[in-house]
């Protein structure tokens, strides 16, 4: 149907390279990498950690004006 062979690849592969640069694509990769770790970490909950403090929760009784505080 539509194939892409081998030798298609690495001409678009050096039709890239020659519009961006590598040091650009390298960059790219870098960022994109490290988006994805941040988001996969975000996602999937992590064992064993502490809770953050807006995560704790504290227990007691609320008060309010008719308690007498």
């Known amino acids: ?6 030798t298609e690849l ?24 490290s988006a994805i770790r941040g988001f996969r970490s975000a996602i999937a909950p992590e064992e064993g950690r502490e809770p953050k403090p807006e995560e704790k929760v504290i227990e007691g009784e609320a008060r309010g004006k008719k308690d007498g505080v």
């Open 1 to 6: 149907m539509f194939g892409i062979g081998v």
């Open 10 to 33: 690495l001409l678009i592969l050096g039709i890239v390279v020659l519009l961006f640069g590598t040091k650009k694509l390298k960059t790219l990769g870098a960022d994109l990498g």
